[in-house]
């Protein structure tokens, strides 16, 4: 597939995807969210990749929907199927992003607002440039939060302050953001993307498919009870200690050496 609204750049075991739209911040149409579910089922099925970054060009990280693309039908008044769209788009790109069996980082370059900011939520790690702002605008344009934030941000955050800003819509800073937990690391614009690629490169470095199952064990124990997660937990490392980055770091530690993990 050839992409128009997103840029994709690999470098090692990293690879980059840039939402491409800045004259929008990056609003994202139904071709921004086919190009991104592509570029994440390409990504994640590729074992030479071993972290994803995700950003977006310009002064903005996303606007969410662009609210152009269903300008016509709003103008004449016909009713719309945003059912339909969420079920085609967002909700396709939500999962993907959050079962890809990579370590997934939002490099939040600038504003995250609307499915933006849900974008931002379904990624495992998030990283603020000082000057990014996040907003639930949903409220704003009369809708709920959508694209997975009523799941992902009280889980992140905490059920009172989600729904505050759920229902309030407020824009926040990046330093209220890390107060709240919402990004787990704020850094100086200038530095957002140097941080970002060390911390990219220090995950792809890691034994990914213990990471890929580390994210996958914390998310399904959110809705499951202790009993279930010890089961899901014994299950896994039975797995995991059949993997050559097991053995590999067993022995490392053993010889007094720096492991080298292969991702496998
Ligand atoms: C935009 C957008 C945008 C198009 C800025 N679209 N152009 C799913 C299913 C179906 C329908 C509905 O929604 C959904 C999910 C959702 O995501 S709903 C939420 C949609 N997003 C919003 O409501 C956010 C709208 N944007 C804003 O509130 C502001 O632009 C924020 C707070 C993000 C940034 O404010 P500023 O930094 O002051 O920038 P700006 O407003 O001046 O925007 C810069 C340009 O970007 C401007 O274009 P222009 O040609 O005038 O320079 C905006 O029109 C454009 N833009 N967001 N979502």
């Not at 059949?242 to 067993?250: I, N």
């Amino acid at each position: 597939m050839d992409y128009e609204d997103i840029k994709l750049k690999r470098a090692g075991a990293v690879a980059r995807i840039t939402i491409d739209r800045p004259d929008q911040l990056n609003a994202m149409t139904t071709r921004t969210s086919d190009e991104l579910v592509d570029a994440f089922t390409k990504l994640g099925e590729d074992p030479e990749v071993r972290c994803i970054v995700i950003t977006g060009e310009g002064r903005g990280f996303s606007a969410g929907q662009d609210l152009k693309e269903f300008q016509s039908e709003y103008e004449a008044g016909r009713e719309r199927d945003i059912e339909g769209h969420l079920r085609a788009t967002y909700n396709r790109l939500v999962l993907q992003i959050v079962d890809t069996p990579k370590p997934v980082i939002a490099e939040i370059n600038g504003v995250a607002a609307g499915a933006g900011l849900s974008l931002a939520l379904a990624c495992d790690l998030r990283v603020a440039s000082e000057a990014a702002r996040f907003t639930l605008a949903f409220v704003k344009i009369g809708l709920i939060p959508d694209s997975g934030a009523t799941w992902h941000l009280a889980r992140t955050i905490g059920y009172a302050r989600a729904l505050e800003l759920a229902i309030t819509g407020d824009l926040i800073d990046a330093e209220r953001a890390l107060e709240i937990g919402l990004v787990q690391r704020v850094v100086p614009a200038d530095s957002l993307r140097d941080e970002v690629d060390t911390l990219a490169q220090e995950l792809a470095a890691l034994p990914t498919r213990a990471i890929a199952e580390t994210t996958r064990l914390f998310r399904e124990a959110q809705d499951g009870s202790l009993a279930e997660a010890l089961d899901r937990e014994a299950l896994a490392q039975g797995e995991l200690g059949r993997t050559p980055d097991h053995l590999e770091g067993v022995s490392a530690f053993l010889e007094k050496r720096e492991p080298k993990f292969l991702g496998r």
